[in-house]
Nanobody, 119 residues
Framework: VQLVESGGGSVEAGGSLRLSCAASGATYSTNCMGWFRQSPGEEREGVAAISPGGGRIFYADSVKGRSTISRDTAKNTMSLHMNSLKPEDTGMYYC??????????????WGRGTQVTVS
């Protein structure tokens, strides 16, 4: 499974951003998908995750209420829309997928990341 992120960039605090992830390859093996982020000197942390049909969705407390994750299984795409961005949202955002369900964060497959900078 290959994952490719897009949509990162620089944005002012208070603004919004939409990240996208396109999956290819053995996508039939993907179940839970999600987003992680990592700031310099920090550990990678889960941001949001979603099941194939969207029946199970969860967010990190740090983005809850400001973010919406969505998924189109027919197109093998996933998106994360973030509002009211804060400087602490700055980091490299990674798309992730897993063969397992969304009982926990997906960690099997990873994209290369897209940089988000909030100033």
């Amino acid at each position: 499974v290959q994952l490719v992120e897009s949509g990162g960039g620089s944005v002012e605090a208070g603004g919004s951003l939409r990240l996208s992830c396109a999956a290819s390859g053995a996508t039939y093996s993907t179940n839970c998908m999600g987003w992680f982020r990592q700031s310099p000197g920090e550990e990678r942390e889960g941001v949001a995750a979603i099941s194939p049909g969207g029946g199970r969705i969860f967010y990190a407390d740090s983005v809850k209420g400001r973010s919406t994750i969505s998924r189109d299984t027919a197109k093998n795409t996933m998106s994360l829309h973030m509002n009211s961005l804060k400087p602490e949202d700055t980091g490299m955002y990674y798309c992730a997928a897993d063969r397992r369900g969304c009982g926990w964060w997906p960690t099997t497959y990873w994209g290369r990341g897209t940089q988000v900078t909030v100033s």
